[in-house]
Nanobody
């Protein structure tokens, strides 16, 4: 049974930083693309970032480019999202996803999701 467990969310002031983690279990971590999505209050879920199986390719949404960085540690079966220069509009529940592929403009076809971790950025 595949499980994705996010952690690291919390309350932070604008301009601050947080690092989210997603620990995966239940299948061979290094064989799957991993990514992050978020859903802000009253909005649709949106893509944030994705990383290839061996970490050599990443894709970040324009809204977070230059501020957020996705990475992975296959030895620990964990994917990370380092979030710097946080803004109030980054407030959302952040979800980890596994599987699928990285296209030219996004991350598609994922087959497992975590339950999410809440990030709140105060102004």
């Amino acid at each position: 049974q595949v499980q994705l467990v996010e952690s690291g969310g919390g309350l932070v002031q604008a301009g601050g930083s947080l690092r989210l983690s997603c620990a995966a279990s239940g299948r061979t971590f290094s064989s799957y693309v991993m990514g992050w999505f978020r859903r802000a209050p009253g909005k649709e879920r949106e893509f944030v970032a994705a990383v290839s199986m061996n970490g050599d390719r990443t894709l970040h949404a324009d809204s977070v480019k230059g501020r957020f960085t996705i990475s992975r540690d296959n030895a620990k079966s964990t994917v990370y999202l380092q979030m710097n220069s946080l803004k109030p509009e980054d407030t959302a529940v952040y979800y980890c996803a596994s599987g699928g592929f990285i296209g030219s403009f996004g991350y598609y076809g994922m087959d497992y999701w975590g339950k999410g971790t809440l990030v709140t950025v105060s102004s």
